[in-house]
């Protein structure tokens, strides 16, 4: 028998959902000719991606600062690729 | 407002460092709901800026400040984004924008001490030809913090279109109105 990948795999459980909120997923599944189930698991790998990719966002956020953080107001133009120099009127 | 779904986006070298400094909070909450959803999108001409500017100013720094400025550049390369590469369309297309307006439309930039001399500023006008090339080319809108020289080039897009064949035009976003 063919194993399933972990993310396919599925385990019976029994949950306590918001009524309002179960109505609305048993409409849908109406609506989709699906079972509660399949509605379900999607509202649930929706919420956790988003979930994830709040997550990730934060973390290169974090990364982005720490990449540009502390400089002057001139060391950050110079990182624009505004090339600055002493001014020919200060070198003389 | 600008929906972050609506993206991906290129950034422009300037925005792409605004975006990230940025305290305000509407413009971190924009800037993470854009990053759960797309990456940032760059010119390679943006790579080279930026890592020129981290290279100019290690030289200019010494002992601890050195090391601090190590650690922003190995931080910045390792961060995940999507890097347009100058391919042969985008070259094309960045020479006839260098073509048409071959003289910066703003002038060198100063502070109260230095100045930008008039060589890197034409330097830095090619590049700003490059990165709007990769946008008109990629299709991408551009995310800028430098009205001045994008507009210009749009309206030089807009002026000679035959010159941009079934390209443009060039889609422009402020910074500023991404909230």
């Known amino acids: 028998m063919r194993r399933l990948s972990p993310e396919r795999r599925k385990r019976r459980t029994t949950l306590t959902l918001p009524m309002d909120a ?3 997923a ?4 109406r609506d989709r000719r699906v079972n509660l189930s399949s509605v379900v698991s ?25 990449a540009f953080t502390g400089l002057t107001p001139e060391e950050t133009m110079i990182l624009d690729g505004i090339v600055l120099a002493p001014s ?4 003389r | 407002m600008i929906d972050p779904a609506s993206g991906p986006f290129l950034f422009d070298t300037s925005a792409e460092s605004w975006l990230a400094r940025n305290d305000h909070p509407e413009i971190h909450r924009w800037m993470r709901a854009y990053l759960s959803r797309h990456l940032v999108n760059v010119a390679a001409v943006t790579v080279l800026e930026r890592i020129r500017g981290y290279a100019l100013l290690w030289r200019r720094a010494r002992g601890d400040a050195r090391e601090r400025i190590e650690a ?7 961060l995940p984004r999507r890097v347009w590469t100058l391919d ?12 048409l307006l071959p003289q910066p439309p703003t002038p060198e930039r100063r502070t109260h001490r ?4 008039r060589r890197e500023r034409l330097v830095r006008w090619r590049f700003d030809a490059m990165i709007a090339a990769t946008s008109l080319v990629a299709g991408t809108p551009l995310v800028h913090n430098n009205a001045g020289d994008f507009e210009a080039i ?14 443009g035009p060039l889609e422009l976003i402020r910074c500023g109105s991404l909230v």
Do not use: C, D
Request: avoid cysteine; glycine fraction near 4%.
């Open chain 2, 88 to 99: 042969e369309a985008s070259a094309v297309v960045a020479s006839e924008i260098m073509a």
């Open chain 1, 88 to 91: 020919a009127s200060r070198k």
């Open chain 2, 72 to 78: 922003m550049r190995v931080a910045y390369l390792a």
């Open chain 2, 154 to 167: 749009r309206g030089a897009i807009e002026r000679w279109p035959q010159r941009f064949p079934k390209l």
């Open chain 1, 22 to 24: 179960l109505r609305q």
């Open chain 1, 42 to 66: 999607e509202v649930i790998a929706e919420g956790l991606r988003t979930h994830t990719a709040a997550a990730r966002s934060g973390q290169i956020m974090n990364s982005y600062r720490r």
């Open chain 1, 26 to 29: 048993e409409q849908i599944a």
């Open chain 2, 114 to 117: 230095l100045a930008e001399s």
